[in-house]
């Protein structure tokens, strides 16, 4: 019983060496050269694009939070599409601005973009996309992996003559995998979802003429306090420099009786 408890202790060791050595082939001589084989499949793959957008949109302060609200009501009631927000946030006093996170299918981004510059004047805009090919297809091949992992695993758990330690190492060992095999799947899920719908960030701020406006109303509110912070630091600084200035004028008069008492001499 002994041999074959260290015999099937040898079997999962084995698998799992060959599971490492799978998972991380630069391990060995030839990983330059998958790493160069990956490239170039990668050259080869089909682009999977995850689109960001990003726009600015200048309003009256007073139409910055109704927009905000229009926006999340559009994106709710999936106005254009499928809309998820991700992010909704506001700032009111003398700068007022509003900011939206939504991720939507890609049909929805410029009616929605419409909807947020309603009124308004638009400003920078900026669209970038990230290939995800590769990714995609690293996931894919690690699923299969692991599930033909699984496989084994669960075949050797169906034999018979497993000691009650090899069953638990093998326990142990099947969940492993398939919580590696979750993860994995997560992470596909969330692939797909970057690709199959579109993220779009709209900011709105006050029009320029208005946040100048604010500017100087809010210098006339703290005229006030920047006189009193100016008075403070001009009384700081004649207490500071008050006795050097004494002590300069004392010795020019000494330099200068001095210098008379030579000329006379």
Same mark, same amino acid.
Request: glycine share 8%; proline share 2%; with cysteine.
């Given at each position: 019983?002994?041999?074959?408890?260290?015999?099937?202790?040898?079997?999962?060791?084995?698998?799992?060496?060959?599971?490492?050595?799978?998972?991380?082939? #630069?391990?060995?001589?030839?990983?330059?050269?998958?790493? $160069?084989? /990956?490239?170039? *499949? %990668?050259?080869? =793959?089909?682009?999977? @694009?995850?689109?960001?957008?990003?726009?600015?949109?200048?309003?009256?302060?007073?139409?910055?939070?109704?927009?905000?609200?229009?926006?999340?009501?559009?994106?709710?009631?999936?106005?254009?599409?499928?809309?998820?927000?991700?992010?909704?946030?506001?700032?009111?006093?003398?700068?007022?601005?509003?900011?939206?996170?939504?991720?939507?299918?890609?049909?929805?981004?410029?009616?929605?973009?419409?909807?947020?510059?309603?009124?308004?004047?638009?400003?920078?805009?900026?669209?970038?996309?990230?290939?995800?090919?590769?990714?995609?297809?690293? #996931?894919?091949?690690?699923?299969?992996?692991?599930?033909? $992992?699984? /496989?084994?695993? *669960? %075949?050797?758990? =169906?034999?018979?003559? @497993?000691?009650?330690?090899?069953?638990?190492?093998?326990?142990?060992?099947?969940?492993?995998?398939?919580?590696?095999?979750?993860?994995?799947?997560?992470?596909?899920?969330?692939?797909?979802?970057?690709?199959?719908?579109?993220?779009?960030?709209?900011?709105?701020?006050?029009?320029?003429?208005?946040?100048?406006?604010?500017?100087?109303?809010?210098?006339?509110?703290?005229?006030?306090?920047?006189?009193?912070?100016?008075?403070?630091?001009?009384?700081?600084?004649?207490?500071?420099?008050?006795?050097?200035?004494?002590?300069?004028?004392?010795?020019?008069?000494?330099?200068?009786?001095?210098?008379?008492?030579?000329?006379?001499?």
């Amino acid at each position: 019983m002994r041999r074959a408890h260290l015999r099937w202790v040898g079997v999962l060791a084995l698998m799992g060496a060959l599971t490492t050595a799978c998972s991380n082939p #630069n391990a060995h001589a030839d990983g330059m050269a998958y790493t $160069e084989g /990956a490239a170039a *499949q %990668a050259d080869d =793959a089909e682009a999977l @694009l995850a689109y960001e957008h990003s726009v600015g949109v200048q309003l009256d302060g007073a139409m910055i939070v109704p927009r905000l609200q229009a926006i999340q009501a559009a994106c709710r009631d999936a106005r254009f599409g499928a809309c998820t927000l991700i992010e909704a946030q506001q700032s009111a006093g003398d700068r007022p601005s509003a900011r939206a996170v939504l991720r939507m299918a890609p049909a929805g981004i410029e009616p929605m973009i419409a909807l947020a510059g309603e009124g308004g004047e638009a400003g920078e805009r900026s669209t970038r996309a990230e290939d995800l090919a590769v990714v995609v297809r690293d #996931n894919t091949t690690e699923q299969d992996r692991l599930t033909k $992992e699984l /496989a084994r695993l *669960q %075949a050797f758990e =169906a034999r018979r003559d @497993l000691s009650v330690a090899d069953m638990i190492a093998l326990s142990e060992r099947i969940a492993a995998t398939e919580a590696q095999i979750e993860a994995a799947r997560l992470d596909g899920a969330q692939h797909r979802r970057r690709i199959d719908t579109q993220l779009l960030t709209v900011q709105r701020r006050a029009r320029d003429g208005e946040q100048g406006r604010s500017e100087i109303a809010m210098a006339f509110r703290e005229f006030g306090g920047t006189l009193a912070v100016g008075t403070a630091w001009t009384i700081h600084a004649t207490a500071f420099l008050l006795p050097l200035g004494i002590a300069g004028f004392a010795l020019f008069l000494a330099l200068r009786a001095l210098w008379r008492r030579r000329r006379r001499g």
